[in-house]
């Protein structure tokens, strides 16, 4: 690495001269090089000894927690793209950061490496058009749409014909977002007839295959990148190429991402869009007696969902909320007067050999009919959920427990090399949660390396707890006790008014933001407030902020990651309160049970403490984003404090601090107030 980080001569600083040393960057990069080199040895021993696929080694695993401002991109893609060892796959959890490899990492990457590098982004398949579906729907337009779809065909009417790519995000403001519409003529897989389609050889999923395939770098998500790996089997399912080098960025949350990916699921709106072919196919000339077949079969449906409380909620099938027996009926009784329309699907296509429709609506009314009888007869290792988003959305889950054996048979075999890396990975115990929650070996787990960040924390913020605060509880109404939330709100003003705005208050539930939003607006007349999910998408309303003098920007679960604001827009953190998952998530749940049953008492310190934690650092990971960066972050919750430094802390609170940045705490409002006044 010599050649690329070497003070002065190093072709990093001949290409940008004036670039800041980062020795976290270089010792990454060294990592990244020496696991592809680890990965790459293997793969030639196996295959100098006659390639037997049982024989294939696994994934050389290198886990690397890179603390803010290390530069992990460059520390990840540079090593990488040199190895040789392409196509490299690089997967990350947002949008922004695939933007972000692509706009600035990129580029900087191939001025240094002074050579071209082919990178293509893969979306999942429901991003891009369906030459056939739209087709079909031109021949019968839809006869009812909503104004905002009724928009988006005319605007079809011109992009389909001309469209190169057949991405959605072409469609300008129709470029995301649910859309009736854009599911009936989209490329998901469950409808796709694959090399039986008359437009497979022009179909954009084959083309962007065809890139994938002569492309050094492929960026894509970890949702399209598991499902990948999931559905890579099946005859037309994946997208992605083999790649000898996986990079797995933002993987904090990879084992909610495996959780997801090979989870079950049943929703509403996949009922919908199943309904909706099926109606489509009833209109075909051999359609027999589908369209009187559907009826009741729908109705069976809506019965199912009536009797799922109105409550916005997510229940485990033991709640004593849900009338289980009824609804198990209720499931049957749906699959019962779904099996004569399975029988006349497999009829119609025995007489129309020739249109692969009727097998593919076959298939998929079968899948679905063995998800939900698998939801509602788990098998051992899978826990169900049932969640209602609205009047008329319940998604019905079945997730696996354990995600270790998934992340061995979609990660760790397939790739010779596999780079685990995020700003947070370890908590209090350093990489063990890591292991734990995915399988790690003792090796692997050994092997991960913190790389330290050029912040100078000690002197750059403070984390301040205000004094007399009470133990946050949620109290009656699930926000908090009524002196729990008078001190903080009293708090968050003071703090709010000290530091003219420029404040992010991370809250950890909707109802705890609706509780302190008007009294924070009354007590402020002075500040200008932005609400997370009000009127702007996250990326407008962090702009609107950051260009708004005295504001202050409230957010939920997901501004507690992914919001960058270096300078001066941000001088101060609010976290309301230690993000517990709430205790009663059913998978939760589960998982500690499982957790117990393997070691007593890990449950909450083994899986909550630690999960807690890597949010909270992904919360206070908001405040310093580059050298010049000053502020503080105020924790309304004495919990992150020892017994001996406060009647509410906690002996895990020890545990929780040995990974956070090293902030100076403190609990001296006169220091916090004056702290403030200087930034
Ligand atoms: S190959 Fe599949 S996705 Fe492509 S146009 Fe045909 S049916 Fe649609």
Redesign the pocket.
Known sequence: MDAIFAPEEGRLFARFPGAEERPGQRRMAELVWNAIADGDAATRRWKDSGSDPTQRPDAVVQAIEAGTGTGKSLGYLLPSLMAGRTPVLVATRTKQLQRQLLEEDLPRATGILDRPVKAVIAKG?AN??????WEEIKAHPPSALTREDYALWSTLQTWAPTTEDGDRESLGRHGEGESELWDKIN??AE?????Q????ET????VLRQELATADLIIANHALLLADRVLRESE?GGVLPDAPVLVLDEAHELEEALSSACAEVWTSRAMSLLYADLEAAALHPEAGALDALLPPWVEAWQNLLALVPLDLATWGLDSVDLPLAELGDAVARWIETGVPLLQELTSIAARDKEDPTWPKLGERLKTAFSRMEHIFAPEEGRVSTLQREGPHSVTFTSHPVDVRPLFHQHLRRGFETLVLTSATLRDGKGFNGLGLRLGLTKEEVAAAEHVESPFDFENQGLLFVPPGLPERRPGANGVGTPEWVEGSLDAMVRLVRASKGRALLLFTSRKMLAAFRPRLESACPELTFFVQGEGFGRQALVERFRQTPMAVLLGLASFWQGVDLPGDALSLVVITALPFAPPDDPVLAARIRQANEVREGLGFVGIQVPQMTLKLKQGLGRLIRTRSDRGVVAIMDPRLLLPHEDPSGKRYAAQVRASLPPFPIVRDWVRVEEFLRTL
């Open positions: 398949r891009y058009l369906c030459k056939l579906a490329a998901r409808r796709c007839i694959g090399k389609c008359a437009h497979y179909c954009f999923l084959t037309f």
